[in-house]
């Protein structure tokens, strides 16, 4: 809810520069009107940027304490490899092949000032990838190697990507890479992912999943 609300306001401000930006580049007079159009411009642009900062934000979802952000279902095909039924936290199921004997998920995750917390903005995140990976280095380095990229949505602005290499020093907002830890697939296992303030953690939920973990432990 708060990262919709951030949405909406992002854009209710691009709206607003952009009538201001309308306004002073249809008006008369030249040095005021070359002024007025180089102004409208930069509020033209300025629109634009919060506008693809409003969709890429629109794309996060918030974290609250221990969450349920995944269900996985492995199904064998053959040796090394399996189909994944994934379906997240709003009921959206998506079917992925992964190849080895481990599987790993991975989120972005937008952590804020804790100041922000007394406004209601808790740290948002967003599904980046699974893949898969084999125990051997050997297979590791030379075998077919799964990587699916979870972020479908194409955004011209990528506000995480910005944050992570250039935002540092920022206190304000930081961008960071959770991982659950690479666990093993079986035929018919069932796995939950679950998104603390600390990263992913992965659980089994059924006997062919508990039992995997166990003879890979």
Same mark, same amino acid.
């Given at each position: 809810?708060?990262?919709?609300?951030?949405?909406?306001?992002?854009?209710?401000?691009?709206?607003?520069?952009?009538?201001?930006?309308?306004?002073?580049?249809?008006?008369?007079?030249?040095?005021?009107?070359?002024?007025?159009?180089?102004?409208?411009?930069?509020?033209?642009?300025?629109?634009?940027?919060?506008?693809?900062?409003?969709?890429?934000?629109?794309?996060?979802?918030?974290?609250?304490?221990?969450?349920?952000?995944?269900?996985?279902?492995?199904?064998?095909?053959?040796?090394?490899?399996?189909?994944? !039924? @994934? &379906?997240?936290?709003?009921?959206?199921? %998506?079917? +992925?092949?992964?190849?080895? /004997?481990?599987?790993?998920?991975?989120?972005?995750?937008?952590?804020?000032?804790?100041?922000?917390?007394?406004?209601?903005?808790?740290?948002?995140?967003?599904?980046?990838?699974?893949?898969?990976?084999?125990?051997?280095?050997?297979?590791?380095?030379?075998?077919?190697?799964?990587?699916?990229?979870?972020?479908?949505?194409?955004?011209?602005?990528?506000?995480?990507?910005?944050?992570?290499?250039?935002?540092?020093?920022? !206190? @304000? &907002?930081?961008?960071?890479?959770?991982? %659950?830890? +690479?666990?093993?697939?079986? /035929?018919?296992?069932?796995?939950?992912?679950?998104?603390?303030?600390?990263?992913?953690?992965?659980?089994?939920?059924?006997?062919?999943?508990?039992?995997?973990?166990?003879?890979?432990?």
């Amino acid at each position: 809810m708060t990262y919709l609300l951030l949405t909406i306001a992002a854009v209710v401000v691009a709206i607003i520069i952009f009538v201001i930006a309308a306004r002073l580049l249809f008006r008369n007079r030249w040095f005021l009107a070359w002024l007025r159009g180089m102004t409208g411009m930069v509020l033209l642009v300025l629109a634009g940027i919060l506008g693809f900062i409003a969709l890429d934000l629109y794309g996060y979802k918030q974290l609250t304490s221990d969450k349920h952000i995944a269900t996985l279902t492995f199904h064998a095909k053959g040796n090394q490899h399996y189909t994944v !039924d @994934l &379906v997240d936290n709003l009921g959206v199921e %998506a079917h +992925y092949e992964l190849y080895g /004997d481990l599987w790993q998920l991975d989120a972005r995750l937008l952590r804020w000032h804790p100041n922000t917390i007394r406004f209601g903005i808790k740290p948002g995140y967003k599904l980046e990838r699974l893949s898969g990976r084999y125990i051997s280095i050997e297979q590791e380095q030379q075998a077919k190697r799964t990587v699916h990229g979870l972020n479908q949505r194409y955004e011209y602005i990528d506000l995480w990507a910005w944050l992570h290499q250039y935002g540092e020093g920022l !206190d @304000l &907002v930081s961008a960071q890479y959770g991982s %659950a830890t +690479y666990m093993p697939m079986a /035929d018919n296992a069932l796995f939950a992912v679950y998104l603390s303030t600390s990263g992913l953690v992965a659980k089994p939920l059924n006997e062919p999943a508990q039992a995997t973990v166990s003879q890979w432990q």
